[in-house]
Nanobody, 119 residues
């Protein structure tokens, strides 16, 4: 059973950086893709960024382009989301998720880590 555990959230002032982490365990396969999603109060969960297993392919939501960078360290089973120039509207619970190549949807999710950006 795949387990994903996020950490590294917190409170930061607008303009500052934060780097949430996602630790994976229990895999019996190499995930096709790992993604970061977020959900703000009263809003639907939205895609933030994703990365392929090799790290060679990355994709970002428009809101994240130019400010966020997703990267991974497969030797440590870790995926990171470097967030710079944070804005109050980035405040949300951030979730890590994984999917296989056989299923389009993300089937494995972490419990989330809170990111709060103060103005």
């Amino acid at each position: 059973q795949v387990q994903l555990v996020e950490s590294g959230g917190g409170l930061v002032q607008a303009g500052g950086p934060l780097r949430p982490s996602c630790a994976a365990s229990g895999r019996t396969f190499s995930p096709f893709r790992t993604g970061w999603f977020r959900q703000a109060p009263g809003r639907e969960r939205e895609f933030v960024a994703a990365i392929s297993w090799s790290g060679g392919v990355t994709m970002y939501a428009d809101s994240a382009k130019g400010r966020f960078t997703i990267f991974r360290d497969n030797a440590k089973n870790m995926v990171y989301l470097q967030m710079n120039s944070l804005k109050p509207e980035d405040t949300a619970v951030y979730y890590c998720a994984e999917r296989t190549a056989l299923v389009v949807s993300y089937g494995y999710w972490g419990q989330g880590t809170q990111v709060t950006v103060s103005s």
